[in-house]
């Protein structure tokens, strides 16, 4: 086969001499159908800082250049050099919008945890989505530490002037603790946990607030003791929803599970609960973490555990109750057979001697609750109540992540809550948080009004002052915002420069 007759290709490879720049080389691009050309012979070179707007009759193949350089076009051939390791983000007309939070939405492709909520916050009061800073889980949690905070002047008055200053700052504390279930339930819908910032915040602002009201310096030493109460009511408080909404779960999920089991009693009961609690804790910060949900710290997880175990605990305890007056009716008929019982003590549980008519009521009755706790329970025994346990944590878990998935403002959520306009918004406010190497945007600004599409192009460029940015556009409008302007007609793309609006 000759050079003349082999198939030709776009070639897009990485450049290895370090430099940054974008070049097109003799790229021809064609129809997949039948090969009719839509550009022919473009050579193209972008820097660093170099903003290029393409413009066109529809259908003369702007975004086929976009696909191009994105791999996205087989038809034609040329090459295209991309600088090493570049960072590229592509948006088009239609905002694409993953069923992840707002954060992970603004984070994509990358994980959420590269990003602080801070910089998401920034990124969107610059697109002017300042609405949406409320989603942000940081941000309400540092609203909710302020709120709290406002609240010592009034509890120091509460407070007798008798006292000495570690006894006023352990009761300052108390009465603090006891503002914060009522301030996270007015202020907070989610549940959600401290950040590492938001306990710096906490004790950075409790330290000011003392010196503030106080009067004198509080030592560390007992700031510290007072942060830490705080906190760990402030996450109590966080998590108290999602733990309200297992507990009305549990005595459905018993009544399926469970029913009545036979010859309940303390230690049976204690181990049933602690399966179900310690799988839950284990495992709820991975099924959050599924679910696209901030994950919950240890204290909150282990909180969640013991309100869970506290309500299961509750809800057998009148079987319980029963079993252990039948358990001591039992041992006191027992002894009317004089120790005729205890050779049957190691028999099974369930175990009835047919012979003997004293022998089966001894074997039933006199396995009292302290007599088990004696002897020790053979759990592996009865793999029904661990298979019952095991079920009921993992439905705990499931109904966790699914109840705090639903309530979080997700790409699907903000896809129907948002217009075509805003959601372009958050186009440009995910480009302004990854700061991408090269920046493709296709018609992006057709959903948006002039103003709005000059104020977003105006913070691209004060903000992305090194990215190469690559637009394809009808709206003439924005072509003050690029350093060149090609124009593509009669498959050729002249471009000229452009004496771009300052930043």
């Known amino acids: 086969m000759t050079d003349a007759n082999k198939p030709k290709h776009i070639h897009v490879t990485q450049r290895k001499d370090g ?74 007309q239609r905002a ?44 309400q949690t540092h609203h909710v530490i302020d709120k709290v905070l406002e609240q010592i002047p009034s509890c ?18 108390q009465s603090l603790c006891m503002t914060i279930p009522r301030i996270v339930k007015e202020n907070i819908d989610t549940a959600q946990s401290l950040s590492f910032q938001n ?31 705080i906190s ?13 909404h297992l507990v009305k779960d549990v005595p459905a999920l018993i009544e399926k599970n469970i029913g009545k089991v036979e010859h309940i009693n ?7 609960a602690d399966h179900i609690t310690d799988s839950l804790q284990n495992k709820l910060q991975k099924a959050l973490i599924k679910a696209h949900v901030n994950p919950l710290c240890e204290f909150q997880c282990a909180e969640i555990a013991r309100q869970v175990k506290t309500a299961i605990l509750k809800q057998l305890e009148p079987q319980l109750t029963w079993n252990f007056a039948f358990n001591k009716a039992g041992k006191w008929i027992g002894k009317l057979f004089n120790g005729a019982a205890e050779p049957l003590r190691n028999r099974d549980w369930y175990g009835l001697d047919k012979t003997s008519t004293a022998g089966g009521l001894t074997s039933l009755f006199v396995n009292t609750v302290s007599a088990d ?106 072509v003050q915002h690029h350093t060149l302007h090609g124009h593509l007609e009669n498959k050729a793309i002249n471009v000229t420069q452009v004496q771009p609006k300052q930043p």
């Open 266 to 272: 303390m230690s049976r009961l204690n181990y049933f």
């Open 373 to 478: 706790l004696d002897q020790g329970i053979d759990l592996v025994r009865h793999p029904l109540l661990k298979r019952s346990a095991k079920k009921v944590a993992t439905f705990l878990e499931g109904s966790a992540a699914f109840y705090l998935a639903r309530e979080v403002v997700n790409g699907d959520v903000l896809s129907k809550r948002l217009s075509g306009g805003e959601q372009q918004r958050l186009v440009f406010a995910r480009a302004l948080l990854h700061h991408p190497d090269i920046l493709i945007l296709d018609e992006v600004t057709a959903a948006l009004d002039k103003d709005a599409g000059i104020a977003l192009y105006d913070s691209i460029v004060e903000k992305l002052p090194n990215t190469i940015i690559i637009s394809v556009a009808h709206n003439m409008h924005i």
């Open 19 to 92: 430099s940054a720049a974008l070049s097109v080389s003799d790229l021809n691009l064609n129809r997949p159908d039948d090969g009719t050309p839509l550009v022919k012979g473009l050579n193209l070179s972008l820097k660093p800082g170099d903003r290029l707007i393409i413009s066109g009759a529809s259908g003369s193949g702007k975004s086929t250049l976009i696909r191009a350089i994105r791999q996205l076009w087989e038809s034609g051939d040329g090459q295209i050099d991309l600088p090493a390791n570049a960072r590229i983000i592509t948006a088009s």
């Open 156 to 173: 120091l008055n509460g407070i007798a002037n008798d006292v000495t200053q570690e006894e006023q700052m352990d009761l300052l504390a």
């Open 199 to 229: 306990e710096r915040h906490l004790r950075q602002s409790l330290i000011a607030a003392l010196d503030s009201h106080v009067g004198h310096s509080v030592p560390r030493s007992q700031i510290e003791p007072m942060a830490a109460k």
């Open 96 to 139: 694409y919008m993953p069923t992840l939070s707002l954060k992970g939405v603004l984070s994509y492709p990358r994980p959420e945890s590269e990003f602080y909520d801070i910089q998401i916050e920034k990124a969107l009061r610059a697109v002017g989505h300042d609405r949406l800073v409320q989603f942000l889980p940081e941000r």
């Open 232 to 244: 760990n009511e402030l996450n109590r408080a966080l998590v108290q929803k999602l733990a309200d």
